[in-house]
């Protein structure tokens, strides 16, 4: 049965632009202008979904955005707002809450599962026992659908962008388009953002208007506004960072506005408040708004016999609309007389009968009710106010506002729309002057920024919008809905009250009211009312419950936007790709694990000559005067005296002793000294150093310059690294007594200039670590590769150098200590000096080298030699955990297993058995070791 | 996202700097273990105004000290570090 | 032995998106100094016949072009890759990774920072050509092909 009504003055739809769309697998005809819950209307469909936890059926309450019974699944988009979203044509859309079905009888539901739903049943009845839980799950899964997701939905890239508006009205009524009309005029640099699919407010349901044209010219005539319809601002973060989610910018995909506003201007408007009364849940029971939307903007007639319960001239309105539309009007009780009132709502899948208070019984299928306003001043909350409840109006008003927030229009009070208009007028003025005070200010304390422009402007004075006078109407005299998103009754936030739960705050969460999809905007004041009826306070003592972001939902693509975390490559790194590297990516860098076999890397570096891709390696170019008191200050170890030419090892610690980061730095002249720290370590490092020059060593001249990435470093290891490099050099002596273990040299190196080459061993070979300008890093590499055809070169990844390293017994900052290691528990006491007069940790190491580790760092090795207990494996005795395995591999070149541990003192002794617990439960014995070199233990190799 | 106006670059998203928390001066080597003990583990972790130290790491780089209520995030100083703190 | 050639960490020397054209810029000699050479106020560049200086940090300068006379110089050519951002579309592009207010008044033309740039610490100098929007980036070498990758996806979704 069609419910459109004939052409009305100010429809939106196109009556020559049919769409046909599937509706719970049936084809239905709606028009272009539809939303979908105007055209199921208009189709004759009342009921849209299931309640909650009754599975009640539910039909259209405000036909918007904030309706709580037009949830509805479209294709794979689950949770779509009905009653907002605008009709495409082959819409496939599907009730999503509807379990048993749309049409079984809401009793039997209730009958079922009723005596599970009372308040707190969350924490009350699916909790125990433990076992059953995944059963409950599932059966409330069933039982409060939340629509479905399609994992095989393409992936769609949503943008993201920054903005940074002078003034951002939030609201695109009246008031807020004047307020962005003023603003814009004033010069400010505006961003209106408003809900619905075009502006207007209230004004576009209402009879034509020639303000509502005027102001849309004038939003259109201004270049410096920027309107986002279909959006909605969703936050107020601290200092004006507001979010702004802006719908259907492609497709129905939302995306994320992050702006940060010089002045905010909430003009939120008003909200219509449902009436709580026994069936005020009922298809066919609607706010005056939604019945006004209905008729004028869609020409759906929401009944065919109505009664109008009216505090307001809202639902006088309702009543003349459904006049004027020739729908019957049974009775219309006017509800500002203390004796006319609803008592209850009567009907099984929708309204048949309303009951008033005089005691007759009316047949009716629709019951609009106009009982009041609600004031969203969620984000003046988020911007701190803690709005105020005036009972003369019925509603909280805002309160006190930060300087860069302001309220216009609806939110702060009542008046004809040329009064609105003023408001708004006078506070987009105001808003603008505010924002180029802010905007002024920034620009005088922005080195690059323009001067900004003199003078400055007088308050400009907004007039007085007072709220009109309202009858207070929250409760009936029976039992109702407060919340419909969540199926909670007045009589349930009663009952909670009485259990304990007399803190709004906390009867909010035991009830779960308004803490629906909704979140509060139709309920709360109701909520808070029937609290104050409940513990004897007043709706002003109580206040609102806080309101946080988001004001309105956002999908999680939103959020996520197109952002990907950056990632790291050497200048080698399209060569590895190409040659069968194993990526892994360590820190942000993406690096080559292996080229296959890890094992037969080792063996090569050892035997023969390996090259690695060492480039991540932090390196600090340091030059001045006081560059070796840095050094001494913030290394453990002595660095006065390092001859140019030299390298030195260092060990950091932070204050508190625990060991910080390690690497060589390399004296390559007077005054210029080259560091390298680890590769997870570079950033730190830099800061590290900054931090000390600029809080503490103010004078001291040192001139810093990270250059990790203007070197490739290409770590030449094995004992034909020197015949190789030497095929490549022409100024560099690579002879032993020239060019002896832990020196470095610049040079030219494959006929480039600049290079620095370091005489160092991690892997424990004769090894050169070249660092070449990363320009020219694949031509060193490739040049290392060809003039080493004949000596076996091969390249090696990080995995064969983890267990190079291992062998050699060489921690790793990170792996083998952790946040509480400190120096001398990392076996690193030959490299304190605590007779240095100061150096970062030296309190703490002392102390620590006075009382002993209480764990230390050992090498070990398990008794069956080929058993490799994983990382993190136990150490234990009896059922104490005494220890653990922090790094393990087989090596293939001593074909046994080797380990580093931490264990605690007593254990430390070379010598000792010690347990290891394996994952499997298993335990295996294995030996502390003298040394933490398991091979090549006098460095013979490395010093050749 | 807070904004925090560095002198030297402007306003700028909190996320471009690094949280360094208290300001703290360093004691000499020679300080009391209790001294030291307090410097490197006690926080007076207060509610309300609070000089603390950010690092405009993605920013100029410098180390500022910044005047901010805890409770609000209000700021109402930022100086570079170098002009020390009071 | 071959000469050595020069490999820029950017995988496209020109990227042409109509309203936006991305070019590498990485080749450009780039320094680092502590002194006042070129009469650089903090926050500001400058034009100097073939050389671009500018200020992003209190007492350092990045000169761009022929290596600078006097002082302590580090070479910093290889340490950080550069693009240009140039056309009536590079402030929108740019705006969709970089939370800088880029207004003519806060970010005129020959205005300097370093700020992040798709996450990536960049400083950037507005160096405008022939009267068109042109956005200088420079960031550390490694970041480079993630962030001209990443500029690219944007470039090509808008
Ligand atoms: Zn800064």
Redo the contacts between chains.
Sequence with gaps: MSARLPPQPVEVIDRAQPLDFLWNGRWYSGLAGDTIASALAAAGVRVFSRSFKYHRPRGILTAGFHDPNLFVQVADEPNVRAGHRLLTPGADVAPQNAWPSLRVDARSANQLFGRFLSPGFYYKTFMRPRALRPLYQQTLRRFSSGGSIDPHTPTV?R??????PDVLVAGGGPAGMAAAITAARAGA?VMLVEEEHGLGGHLVYGPGSSALDELRENVDAEPGIEVLTNSVVTGR?????VAVVQRGATHHEESLV?A?AKTLVVAAGTIERPYVFEGNDLPGVMLSTAVRRLINLWAVAPGTRAVVATANESGDAAAADLARAGIEIAEVVDMRRADRGVVRARGRAGLQAVELSDGRTINADLLVTAVGWTTPTSLLNMA?DRPVYEPRAARFLPAALPDDVMAAGGIVGDGTVEELVAHGAAIGIEAAHRARGR?SD??R??????E?EPGGFAPEPVPHLPPADHVELFLGPTDGFVDFSEDVRAKDLESSAAEGYDSIELNKRYTTATMGPIQGKLEVVNAVAVHARATNQSIAEIGTTTWRPPYAPITLGALAG??????????L?AWHETHGASPIVAGQ?IRPDHYGDPAAEVRNTRENVGIIDV??LGKI?L??RDVARLLEFVYTNRWARLAVGRVRYGLMCA??GVVLDDGVTARLGDQHYYMTTTSSGAGRVW?WL??WL???F?SWEV?M???????AAINVAGPKSRELLGR?VADIDLEPDQFGYMHARTGTV???E?CIVLRIGFTGELSFEVHV????????WE?LLEAGSHLGVAPFGLEAQRIMRLEKGHFVVGQDTDGLTRGHAAGMGWAIKQEK??FVG???LA?EAENGPERRLVALQTIDPLLVPPEASQIVQGDRTRGRITSSRLSPTLGRSVCLGQVEAELAIPGTTVTIRLPSGDIAPAEVMEHHAHFDIDGERLRG | MLLIVCPHCGPRNSDEFAFGGEASSRPGADASPDTWRSYLYDRANVAGWQTEQWFHVAGCRRFLNIERNTITNEIRRVRDASEGHD | MAEPRFASPIPAAVEDFGAVQLVDESTRLKWRIWDNLFAVELGRAGRFDSSLAFSVSPGEWIVLGDRPDGGEVVDITHVRAAMRLTGPGARALLERVCALDLSDAMTPDLAAARTLVAGVATELVRDDVEGEPSYLLLMSRSFAQSVHERLVAVAQRS
Aim: aromatic share 10%; net charge neutral.
């Design positions: 890239h943008e993201k962008r920054f903005a940074h640099k973060y601290d200092h004006n960072w992050k940060r701190g905007k920034w620009q304390s922005t080195p690059r920024a323009v900004p197109d952002d990907e975390d950056p990632v790291r490559r050497s200048p790194s860098w480039s991540p170019d030059r001045g204050e508190d800061n900054d931090e600029q809080t503490r103010r001139r310059t990270a250059v990790t990435d203007g070197y490549l494959a006929v480039v600049s300008p990363a320009g020219f890093g694949l031509h060193m040049a007069a100061d030296k309190p703490e102390w």
